[in-house]
């Protein structure tokens, strides 16, 4: 294309402005770019004196970014958690939507997790040690985003929390061979949780330094529990805890739509290295609903109707979450603040039942409407910091971090089915980036704090009322190990 000399000054004047205006769209909320990549500042003299003297300085800064979400991402295992500051992919839209507003360039994840979760019980010395025998789960992930004008949006389907545990069930064993091989039946033997989650979100910026953003979820909430109680009768000289007067049985119930919402802001002053984050959420109890299996044993039955079911309420937490990062040249921290807030009525929750009938040897028989569910939860919190360090400019990074949470149970309401002894959790990852890709590798280890039980808060659940007594007391230790992958690609 010709260019007449006497139009350069103009096309240059133009070339400046843009420059001049992209300069400015780097600072603050917009400088924090996806692939490591940050135009941190654009100076360039005016042309006017001069059209020979053209002076363009372009400072780089790098950093990683990626994706979270509770339960085990790839970027959340390999910072033990930490990402309600960097998070501005799919996690965001459950963490802090408001740092969404980050990056305004269409994109997309796709990921996939692996989760073992590990728990062993120990009665005493003399007993044999109780494992975990469940697989380990899969948790997916998959989201998109893209700014329109000063809004990004997103919107994203995820395993957004899961839990299993499995331990040895008699199956055809007599009852008069247990000795002390399943002491744990009346704490349980399965126990299961999984929420999946659809969520949309948006994040508006307020200036150069301050987003907010806000999203709602709509999730598939599903529980199932598989555990004894004892039905006899003292007063004739059954024996506390004889399996022959056990009835076993397991509930699973779903509730197909459980809303919650989390609105969040995120602060990044341009004139410094420093972004802070915040948010609330909100989660509707669920109402899972679902069909109940009931066996006895050799001197109890139980009998069911032909559709028999059974109903759990499920509270759900308030959550408050508070992060910190600070990005330097080669290297990256951020620091996290986790606190679940439970009601009172989560400590204790008990399955209504319907179509059940427990009758004893003696033709005495009973409706089971009401069992005890294991599963318990109480106010928690962690605390989590992690570390990105560049190993190859602009391709690779390694990250690590460490987390330490406290027990989401009370010691007196631990089971074998339900709920975490507080722990230890170190991640380690890498980052790559090519292109418009970056694909994430994360592993984790959690490690719980081993801890003698407590009288247990549980008993047989004799709905005879004919004799009661605790559950077996014992000693609870746990590990959870994660492994995870991710592409990240814009488009």
């Known amino acids: 294309m010709r260019i007449e000399l006497h139009d350069l000054p103009q096309r240059v004047e133009r070339q400046i ?54 339960g085990g991402s790839p970027r959340a295992i390999g910072r033990a958690g930490t990402g309600t500051v960097s998070d501005d992919g799919a996690g965001a839209l459950l963490l802090d939507p408001a740092v969404l507003a980050r990056r305004d360039e269409y994109r997309a994840q796709i990921g996939v997790a692996f989760v073992d979760d590990n728990v062993q019980w120990l009665e005493n010395q003399d007993a044999p040690l109780a494992r975990d025998q469940a697989e380990s789960r899969i948790v997916p992930t998959f989201a998109i985003e893209g700014g329109v004008g000063n809004w ?103 509730d197909d739509f459980s809303p919650s919402a989390v609105a969040g802001v995120l602060v990044a002053p341009p004139d410094t290295r420093v972004e802070l984050a915040a948010s609330i959420a909100w989660a509707r109890t669920a109402h899972v609903d679902g069909p109940v299996v009931a066996v006895g044993s050799t001197d109890v039955s139980a009998r069911t109707t032909a559709s028999p079911t059974a109903h759990l309420d499920v509270p759900e937490p308030i959550t408050v979450r508070t ?32 179509g059940v009938t427990v009758v004893d ?30 190993i190859i400019p602009g391709f690779l990074w390694a990250t690590g971090g460490y987390a330490y949470t406290t027990a989401n149970t009370d010691a007196a309401y631990r089971s074998t089915t339900f709920g975490d002894l507080s722990g230890h959790t170190v991640g380690l990852g890498l980052e790559a980036t090519a292109g418009k890709f970056t694909f994430t590798l994360g592993w984790s280890r959690t490690w719980s704090i081993q801890r003698p039980e407590q009288i247990s808060a549980w008993t047989l659940d004799n709905p005879f009322n004919a004799g009661n007594e605790q559950v077996p007391s014992g000693t609870f230790d746990e590990s959870i190990d994660d492994v995870g992958v991710l592409v990240d690609a814009e488009y």
Not at 154 to 180: K, V
Not at 193 to 198: A, G, S, V
Not at 373 to 381: A, V
Request: overall charge neutral; glycine content about 10%; hydrophobic content about 40%.
């Open 152 to 254: 990004v949006l997103g919107i994203g389907a995820m395993t957004s929390a899961t839990s299993e545990r499995s331990l040895r069930q008699p199956g055809d064993l007599d009852p008069g061979h247990f000795g002390n091989a399943f002491d744990y039946r009346y704490d349980g033997y399965v126990g299961s949780t999984r929420r999946d989650t659809l969520a949309i979100g948006a994040a508006r910026r307020l200036g150069d330094a301050v987003a907010v953003g806000i999203s709602i979820s709509a999730s598939r909430v599903s529980v199932g529990e598989t555990r004894s109680l004892w039905a006899g009768f003292i007063g004739r000289k059954d024996v506390l805890g004889d399996p022959a007067h056990d009835v076993t049985l397991a509930m699973t119930g779903v």
């Open 17 to 70: 402005s843009k420059l001049r205006v992209e300069c400015a769209s780097e600072h603050g909320l917009s400088s924090r770019r996806r692939h490591r990549a940050e135009l941190s500042c654009l100076s360039v003299p005016s042309a006017r004196p001069a059209i020979a003297v053209l002076y363009v300085a372009l400072c780089a800064r790098v950093y990683a970014d990626g994706i979270v979400i509770a």
């Open 323 to 354: 992060g910190a990062r600070y990005l330097a040249e080669k290297w990256i921290v951020e620091v996290n603040g986790d606190l679940w807030i439970f009601p009172s009525s989560a400590e204790s929750n008990a399955w209504q039942l319907d």
């Open 361 to 390: 040897e003696s033709s005495a028989a009973v409706n089971l409407t009401t069992l005890q569910s294991r599963l318990s939860e109480r106010t928690h919190g962690a605390v989590r910091g992690a570390i990105d360090v560049q």
